[in-house]
């Protein structure tokens, strides 16, 4: 698709086809086979125990014969974007330019659809390699707005998603994200402040903020990700995009008395009634 031998800069090119300048310039570093059999254990772990940080995983992968050291476990969750999560003080300083903005869903209570969506990013692991999926979230009716799969954590396509939601679904009235680099890039906030769209944002490692998409990743791991092995991007693509269809529109909810995100959203009066 980017001809490098073109009259047109590669930069134009990249403008012109509406694609990240990150994925044309992208030179995937490999991964050993065992690092990454180390990285699916991690992300496992680290979805059933969020509040682990790499000296309790080095531990409990020390338990079952992995042999790793702390820093590489480390090293390891870096790549893959997780970090232990806990009530810890907001000592973290935005990067220049990055504005962070206050946490606006405290106290309140989620009654309609569309009054908050929150954004989160999760690590995917591959046969050999692995992607990133950022998906946009309605916390009403938990569903899947929008998502976008990537080979990088760079915010285009964060900003992508985000766009695809507003264009798709109107706006809400709050928009809730971490504090990751992402979602605090000037890229990513000019869409939601040009749209009059209240931004928050989670006091970093507190847990309990986007707790809605924590459950959407256990739910795309443990019912997608993790029984199968992409062999490549577009699989990776086309088969998560499978499930979260699914996900919204024939997966019925405990939280919502049994309905699916589509029927939540589209008609939230059935939750009313039920309740």
């Keep these: 698709m980017i001809d490098r031998s073109h009259g047109l800069s590669i930069a134009r090119q990249v403008k012109v086809l509406n694609l990240s300048r990150g994925a ?29 940080g790499s000296r309790m995983l080095r531990a409990m992968l020390s338990r079952q014969g992995v042999s790793i050291g702390r820093r590489h476990v480390g090293t390891l969750m870096k790549r893959m974007g997780i970090a232990s999560i806990y009530r810890r003080p907001n000592t973290s300083k935005p990067a220049p330019g990055h504005k962070i903005y206050p946490y ?36 009403f009716s938990r569903r899947v707005l929008s998502h976008r799969v990537s080979i990088t954590m760079e915010s285009a396509f964060c900003v992508e998603a985000l766009e695809e939601a507003l264009a798709k679904h109107g706006r809400p009235e709050i928009f809730n994200t971490d504090q990751g680099s992402q979602f605090t890039s000037l890229e990513f906030t000019s869409v939601l402040t040009t749209a ?12 309990r903020d986007n707790v809605f998409v924590e459950r959407l990743w256990r739910s795309v791991k443990y019912e997608e990700v993790y029984l199968k092995a992409y062999d ?28 699916t995100p589509d029927d939540a959203y589209f008609d939230p009066s059935s939750l009313m009634e039920a309740a």
């Design 24 to 52: 044309v310039y992208y030179k995937p570093r490999p991964v050993s086979t065992k690092d990454l059999a180390i990285m699916r254990r991690l992300d496992e772990l680290h979805l059933d125990y969020p509040f682990a």
């Design 196 to 207: 009059c769209v209240a931004i928050s944002m989670d006091g970093k490692g507190a847990w």
């Design 232 to 259: 490549s991007v577009v699989e990776a693509r086309a088969s998560i995009a499978r499930y979260l269809d699914f996900f919204n529109r024939r997966r019925p909810h405990s939280s919502l008395d049994g309905r």
């Design 104 to 139: 606006l869903l405290r106290g309140l209570k989620i009654e309609r659809a569309n009054q908050a969506w929150a954004m989160d990013i999760t690590y995917i692991p591959m046969a050999r390699g692995s992607v990133y999926l950022a998906a946009v979230v309605d916390l």
